[in-house]
């Protein structure tokens, strides 16, 4: 039997490690049998061509790498207002429902922002890439649904840790994001938090991806 795969729900360059969730930074670029999402970034409004970042976006929908739209999402620690933040966000989450693909959100000091506009979704998965917020923000998040997504962050912050080691297995996911490491060093630390062996882990983090997924992760060549 195949053994249970690590899961990379959000990275920025394939690892070749499990299953890898390749945000694509390059429209332009080739990604070969890779698992991808793909949206516009909250960095990088005011510095593209909107409009056609969003029709690539579009145009990513018809092919079957595409498991998700982001990252998108919100930023308070940066100058670009946040309407228009909420605005491009809003044609991404439009997209993301039509093609029925989760969302991968960025989002830092907007979880509240966040909580206005999934209290009226239950039409896709949002999933939180680098959650770093408090219990009673995760708590908050997860009673409607969302996925929660944790990286790095976990293996420093203290207050993190008691969050992860609390929440319930189907709503956690595991990821890399821009930092050098590999996914199964992110495992080994998660699985001692929440006392759990390894395979036990990645048996759960494989559940949630596949319920959250359905089919469209096995288009990994
Ligand atoms: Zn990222």
């Known amino acids: 039997m195949m053994q249970t795969p690590f899961v990379n729900i959000h990275t920025h360059t394939a690892k070749n490690c499990g299953v890898e969730l390749v945000n694509i930074d390059n429209f332009d670029a080739v990604l070969n049998g890779t698992f991808v999402s793909a949206g516009l970034h909250p960095w990088k409004i005011g510095k593209c061509d909107h409009q056609q ?123 890399t994001d821009t930092k050098e490491m590999n996914i199964s060093d992110i495992y080994n630390f998660a699985a001692a938090l929440r006392n759990v062996s390894i395979d036990d882990l990645k048996q759960i983090i494989f559940n949630n991806l596949t319920r959250i997924f359905g089919n469209r992760w096995t288009t990994i060549g």
């Open 53 to 175: 970042t969003i029709e690539s976006i579009e145009n990513w929908c018809c092919n079957s790498q595409i498991a998700a739209i982001g990252e998108t999402g919100i930023d308070r620690a940066i100058d670009t207002s946040i309407s228009l933040q909420m605005n491009i966000f809003e044609t991404q989450l439009d997209i993301a429902k039509r093609y029925r693909l989760p969302l991968i959100i960025h989002c830092v000091r907007a979880y509240s922002d966040f909580l206005q506009v999934i209290k009226n979704e239950s039409a896709t998965t949002f999933i939180f890439h680098g959650f770093n917020g408090n219990s009673h923000t995760a708590y908050q998040l997860l009673t409607h649904g969302t996925m929660l997504s944790f990286g790095a962050n976990l293996l420093k912050n203290n207050k993190l840790q008691d969050v992860f080691k609390a929440i319930p297995n189907d709503c956690i996911f595991l990821e």
